[in-house]
């Protein structure tokens, strides 16, 4: 069990960062600050660069976080917050990632939600500072702020029509 959890919150947690790392830079094959901006602006967002620098910092802390198994239950929330923003933007595609949909935010939403629910495992940064696990109570915690906070942020950042390019 273990050893899941270890693949499972490395792979959600790193691929969570490096999708803010594209958000903020060049690396991974980002468009920089100014492509994470325009990308915001197309989807209809307020805010321009630090609605970008936003997002992007939030991905990159909470993916690191849920990677190292840090403050789990805190990481698996700012991943769901910021996994929740995402699906809303390519909800009006449905469900299929072949036609740009929410199936990707989704599942790393799922993931982040299984993880609160289980803990990191033995194999954390959490165990290692010698944290106690977290109670099955924090999967509806991570749930309600973490969907809570991308939906608001949503509700305040987004207009009503996109921008026109």
């Known amino acids: 069990m273990n050893l899941g959890l270890l693949v499972l919150r490395l792979v959600c947690g790193l691929l969570i960062a490096g999708h803010g790392v ?20 197309e989807d209809g967002f307020r805010g321009g660069s630090l609605t970008a620098l936003a997002a992007g ?45 929410y199936e990707y935010p989704l599942f790393l939403i799922t993931t982040a939600a299984a993880l609160a629910a ?6 954390s940064a959490d165990r290692l500072l010698g944290l106690p696990p977290q109670p099955a109570w924090w999967l509806a915690v991570a749930l309600v702020v973490g969907a809570g906070a991308g939906l608001l942020t949503r509700l305040l950042l987004h207009r009503a029509t996109p921008a026109a390019e």
């Open 57 to 101: 910092a939030g991905q990159i802390g909470s993916g690191l976080l849920l990677a190292a198994g840090l403050l789990t239950p805190l990481a698996a929330t700012g991943a769901i917050g910021v996994m929740t923003v995402a699906l809303t933007v390519k909800w009006h595609h449905g469900l299929w990632v072949q036609n740009d949909g």
């Open 22 to 41: 594209q958000k903020v830079s060049h690396h991974l094959g980002g468009a920089g600050l100014e492509g994470g901006t325009r990308e915001f602006r």
């Open 118 to 123: 289980t803990g990191p495992g033995r194999w």
